[in-house]
């Protein structure tokens, strides 16, 4: 194999031309740089068109990357994420999120298939009645078990004009959270769904025993008979008090952060119905064929990926902004900031080494046209340079007249132009540099399929971040270390300090 440092430096010494003077010598850039992903009957139930052509990427650059891809041996990672095999070499294990959309070993969809079926079963008995009468699901997590259903919720569930079933969900164990969910929902109609992979995090049990004791307090005679447990120990949800018939299970090989697809999307389907919930794995299952059997630049999440390594790497850029266009994915930022930053923000490579440059960006963002009057002054006249993906849908999610969704999606395309091509002006203070990037993400329609796909194509853009760097994209021990600490100071174990922590524990009463 090409050694991937000479590669590397290679890749840093190239050329740097702007992106006007890119297209002016490409006629063909607009063609080579956008592709589409498409699901349903021949591809074409709906789509997402991906545009980077507003990237530095390059002739150049584009027939590096792929040497560097190749270096770091993508085709051998990718078959060992999408068959079974240790993707996750901290931890010893697979990861599997891929097989609940039923690409992965066959042991791994089979056992998919069939917990499905079971959360099928529950979901449609709930729906019928067949439980008592529920008007109210309160879903408590925290991370992936609560921010997926989330962003699922905010975008889905607005085209159900009277949903069935009310979903709450809840994250943070600030009591704030919990008593508005429970201040929305009547106690004889509400269910509590409680989301932990190891059925032990701190946070999401504190607020599900709160949730059982409203329930006990408002006259519910047997609180755990109104609780569906979704986690990967199933023995400890039976221990803590859930009957059998309604604990959720999903394979320990699924990480929080990828567990949309598994038990953790119940809320999902109990929202908006099982056809709703598959039509999410349909969508994402596309994108991971694609993934699957495209190689080189054509693979889109990778060549992603090479203009995330050029601007992350070559340019120091230490930021990267996503703007949603549409207000049905307000929470798709936070999504892909928990996505990306957990996945690839590490210090050391596969083999323990430090790594030789900088990993993930911070990745934030918002939604248009709220951002333009907030950021984009800064993405535009400031002095660092943030690559931009823009999110729209052709399709709009409203019935008002037509001027809305017009005048939504000319903005959205006019920041991108303006971004790159920039006006100078004799007054400092209006002049607009230009050559900054952006790509742009461009919806059909914002349906449960599109949801999915767009969520899969950046699990496996983020995958394909890791093999370029060398990291494993699927443990997360940065997020230990403080939890550790605060169980410490709460069980009253935590001393030793620094002062000013000393001096906030004893200034809240804590010490």
Not at 92 to 118: F, M, P, Y
Not at 275 to 287: I, K, W
Not at 347 to 373: E, F, R, S, Y
Not at 377 to 382: D, I, M, V
Request: a negative charge; hydrophobic letters at 40%; glycine letters at 10%.
């Amino acid at each position: 194999m090409t050694d991937a440092a000479a590669i590397r430096d290679r890749l840093q010494n190239l050329p740097t031309p702007t992106l006007k003077q890119l297209f002016d010598a490409d006629p063909q850039r607009l063609s080579a740089l956008t592709g589409r992903i498409g699901w349903g009957e021949d591809a074409t139930a709906g789509s997402i068109l991906f545009d980077w052509s507003k990237t530095h990427l390059d002739e150049v650059h584009l027939g590096a990357f792929e040497e560097l891809a190749d270096a770091m041996d993508f085709a051998g990672r990718r078959d060992v994420l999408l068959t079974g095999g240790t993707a996750n070499p901290t931890e010893g294990r697979a990861a599997q999120h891929t097989a609940e959309r039923g690409i992965g070993s066959d042991a791994a969809v089979e056992e998919a298939d069939a917990l499905h079926h079971r959360m099928k079963l529950l979901v449609e008995a709930i729906r019928a009645g067949e439980l008592g009468e529920v008007k109210h699901l309160i879903h408590i997590g925290i991370g992936g078990s609560a921010l997926g259903p989330a962003c699922a919720l905010a975008m889905l569930a607005r085209d159900i004009d009277a949903p069935l079933i009310d979903v709450h969900v809840v994250s943070n164990i600030d009591g704030c959270a919990l008593e508005d969910a429970m201040h929305a929902c009547d106690p004889n109609t509400t269910m509590i769904a409680v989301a932990s992979k190891t059925f032990t995090t701190t946070e999401t049990m504190t607020n599900a025993t709160s949730a059982l004791d409203w329930l006990r307090e408002n006259g519910v005679a047997d609180p755990y008979g109104r609780v569906v447990a979704l986690t990967a120990s199933p023995e400890k949800a039976v221990e803590w008090g859930v009957d059998e018939t309604r604990v959720l299970p999903f394979s320990e090989t699924v990480g929080g952060r990828y567990s949309l697809w598994s038990s953790i999307g119940f809320p999902v389907a109990i929202a908006l119905g099982w056809d709703e919930f598959e039509a999410v794995l349909a969508g994402a299952q596309a994108v991971d064929i694609h993934f699957r059997d495209t190689d080189a630049r054509a693979n889109l999440p990778l060549r992603a990926a090479f203009a995330d390594q050029l601007y992350t790497r070559l340019r120091g850029c230490q930021t990267r902004a996503v703007f949603a266009y549409d207000e049905r994915l307000k929470l798709f930022p936070d999504y892909l900031q928990q996505l990306e930053m957990e996945s690839n923000g590490k210090l050391v490579t596969m083999d323990g080494k430090l790594v030789d440059g900088p990993t993930a960006p911070i990745t934030w963002g918002g939604v248009g046209t709220d951002a333009q009057h907030a950021v984009f002054q800064l993405l535009h006249q400031g002095t660092v340079t943030v690559p931009v993906d823009f999110i729209a849908s052709i399709a709009p999610g409203d019935a008002l007249p037509d001027e809305h969704h017009r005048i939504l999606l000319t903005n959205c395309f006019a920041q991108g132009a303006a971004l790159m091509a920039g006006k100078g002006s004799d007054d400092p203070a209006r002049s607009y540099p230009g050559n900054r990037p952006s790509a742009t993400i461009l919806c059909d329609d914002m349906d449960a399929a599109t949801l999915g796909a767009l969520i899969a194509f950046h699990e496996h853009r983020t995958f394909c971040n890791a093999v370029l760097m060398g990291i494993n994209p699927f443990d997360q021990f940065g997020v230990e270390l403080g939890k550790q600490i605060a169980k410490e100071i709460e069980s009253g174990k935590g001393e030793g300090f620094d002062p000013s922590t000393e001096a906030l524990l004893e200034a809240a009463g804590l010490k």
